[in-house]
């Protein structure tokens, strides 16, 4: 039996192959009698699962050895917090709107630091990412907030700022929480990264974190011991009990990225590839549509969440109902902006992106 | 092929009915084409989940409908920032120590409020809770924190405190990580309950919050907006992505206390009296031993977490290693006060308890 093909924006699709492992290990991990649910997080079995997810994910973005990684319980929402506790020493902090997330998290850091808008599309509906050369930079920022992938408005930043040259000593700090996994990320313009895990990773409730060494110790002394990053940090992630069952579910997805082919290409370098080309070929098609449009800025798209709409809105219950009788599920746009959204993270896969248009194309001649 | 009898102090045992749902179902959940992983958690399917789980919760453990019942990420120690950042309102609050959880609690409110040590157990190695007409209670607290089951230390609460009777104004709140579910709860004495999910209800990453309405809406400022009561209880638990996976299993968890019985009760009425003969049972037991001690004061003793200690400390090793080959695992006490401690949560049958008394037996007599 074929599953339909889900584009949720997350929690999202997984691979198949994840969730039959999980199933298959679900009362006994590797003969140890236990599943892994009900294993003690400081047990020899679940830090060698836990060790095992770190060294694939560090493998897998190549993080350099001065940056620690963290898997915290919580998410996004959370960490909007959780960052400015543990990096604005309480001084100022830098932000780039350039959708939802990254005005929430704006807001969310209002609480405990002075922040400085460097620039917003907000204005334009949040159709594109302000170029580099238009932010207006503090002089006195500890670090810049950028949301590297909106999930709702479909914008992603395709090349990161280089902030030193750019004559600023603040540290970037990125919220790659859906596009996390999904291409490489160049470290050396990056203090401080984090996703949460429903997208790319795994199931909700996990967040990881990448940090720069020298960064870490300087928390508020208002900032939840459960969500110091030098507590967690000494810990080995053990401060307190890890999200264990959502770590190893990430782990099993870190383990189907590496094995991922793509033209003579593996594990990030294939996966990369693909997701180009899912966002190329919908895109394409979205284009030279007469029913459907996109309205981000060409340069700015995300290849993971495709946001469009119906020129006529009058038809999108009926483009919904359709959907699912062709086994595309969770079409449907956020209810912030309305229209529908195509999410095609890594576990989507090209055939997907293939039926999904061979869909918007019969429904569109139907109503020409 | 039996499992072996897990006695770990969590994440801990599950029932074993419900990963076998839960691994039928991961890659389709009732026919929609979608594990519970990857669905959103604003869509119909998992919003089903979500209410029935919050709808069995209430009624098992009959919570009156003036009280909101919060699912949320994180475990005990956040909450131990996120209870006073809710609910001090920056005033005092009183603290009565009986172990490791509550003066862990007691440290990080500290972080936010005055704290008044109404008592404490700590010079006496925690062994027994202190009465509660001992404790020095403040004039002007908002709120009493209690662990009423300290899971490293074995010490529960069987009788809840009425703080009114005692002339406070202040509210019950109670830390019920590690025995929620195991037996009723006299909800007149309490404004305030919290458990992490990782010993009697789910995976770790999942808290459930259950607060008298009238306390909700009066966090500080700097309380982050993703554990702020409120923001949560107005959302429904939606405000940001719950952790959908680890409710899910909570959900059938719940269907599954519901379903037991022993001796003509049903559901929480039948797992109390499971638990207080389980318990029975082994401290029995325990008491008549030679080579076998329990230091906790009978009348406070857990029903949940029994720690225990070998006269001759030198034959833990032996003690363990035999265990394992017995198919009882994780036995070894906690690092912070050495020995040996059987969890027997909600999870753990009587057949359980048969099993590691058999070899209690066995290797005392082996060594006498």
Avoid at 5 to 29: K, Y
Wanted: glycine share 8%.
């Amino acid at each position: 039996m074929t599953r339909p093909f889900n584009f949720s924006a997350g929690p999202a699709i997984m691979p198949e192959e994840v969730l039959r492992t999980a199933a298959a290990e679900m009362l006994d991990w590797h003969g140890s009698g236990m599943g892994v649910m009900e294993m003690s997080h400081r047990g020899s079995e679940f830090i060698s699962i836990y060790e095992n997810a770190e060294k694939d994910f560090r493998d897998l973005l190549s993080v350099p050895k001065e940056f620690k990684v963290l898997f915290l319980q919580g998410g996004g929402i959370g960490e909007n917090a959780i960052v400015p506790l543990n990096l604005s020493r309480g001084g100022e902090v830098d932000f780039v709107l350039s959708g939802s997330w990254s005005k929430k998290s704006y807001k969310e850091a209002a609480k405990y630091t002075k922040t400085n808008l460097a620039a917003s599309s907000e204005q334009e509906g949040f159709t594109y990412l302000p170029a580099a050369s238009t932010w207006q930079l503090s002089n006195s920022a500890s670090y810049l907030h950028l949301c590297t992938n909106e999930t709702i408005h479909g914008v992603e930043c395709h090349r990161l700022p280089d902030l030193k040259s750019m004559g600023s000593k603040s540290e970037l700090v990125i919220d790659f929480s859906s596009h996390v996994l999904s291409r490489k990320v160049d470290w050396t313009k990056v203090g401080c990264a984090f996703a949460g895990a429903q997208k790319n990773i795994g199931p909700a409730g996990l967040t990881i974190v990448v940090v720069r060494e020298d960064l870490i110790g300087q928390a508020l002394d208002i900032c939840p011991s459960a969500f110091n990053y030098k507590l967690i940090s000494d810990a080995d992630s053990m401060y307190n009990t890890p999200p264990t069952y959502a770590i190893y579910i990430a782990g099993l997805t870190l383990q189907w990225l590496k094995k991922q082919e793509e033209q003579g290409l593996k594990g990030l370098d294939a996966i990369e590839l693909r997701n180009k080309t899912k966002a190329d070929l919908l895109y394409k098609y979205l284009d030279q549509s007469e029913l459907y449009t996109n309205k981000v800025n060409p340069g700015d798209r995300s290849r993971m969440n495709i946001p469009f709409y119906l020129k006529d809105e009058a038809l999108n219950a009926a483009f919904l109902s359709g959907a699912k009788d062709h086994g595309l599920l969770q079409l449907k746009g956020h209810k912030s902006v309305g229209g529908m959204r195509a999410s095609i993270y890594n576990a989507m896969s090209i055939k997907g992106v293939h039926n999904l248009i061979e869909y918007l194309k019969e429904f569109e001649k139907s109503r020409s």
